[in-house]
């Protein structure tokens, strides 16, 4: 699934921050393909972030990682109807504008 079309140019740096947020869930473990293709819903990805069973040292991290889902919420790029169509974490990362770049491009604009 590709990033939205419709986003508004304003939109579109959170848009990348957002995907890095969502990859960097995968590298942590607060999601995985497995809790990906099972959540159905929005709501599905904020419950199977918190949830997650990770390291100590990352569990305050959960807290940002659902914000950034919400905020893709908010932008329409993480709707019911587009999260039960994915499979992997990239997936999840391919709804946002961040498909083709990593993480230190971000901080190099």
């Known amino acids: 699934m590709a990033a939205l079309a419709t986003l508004h140019a304003d ?3 959170l848009s990348q921050r957002l ?14 393909n ?3 293709a ?7 990805l904020l ?21 950034a889902l919400t905020l893709g919420n908010y932008s329409s790029e993480v709707t019911d109807a587009r999260v039960n169509a994915l499979t992997t974490v990239e997936g999840l990362v ?13 901080f190099l604009e």
């Open 11 to 13: 939109q579109v740096a």
């Open 34 to 36: 497995t809790t990906v």
């Open 19 to 32: 995907g890095g947020t969502y990859r960097k869930a995968g590298d942590y473990a607060f999601l995985t």
């Open 38 to 44: 099972a959540a159905d819903t929005y709501a599905g």
């Open 94 to 106: 391919g709804i946002s504008c961040v498909t083709n770049t990593n993480l230190r491009d971000l």
């Open 47 to 67: 419950s199977a972030v918190s949830a997650a069973s990770v390291h100590a040292d990352f569990v305050p991290a959960k807290h940002r990682v659902n914000r």
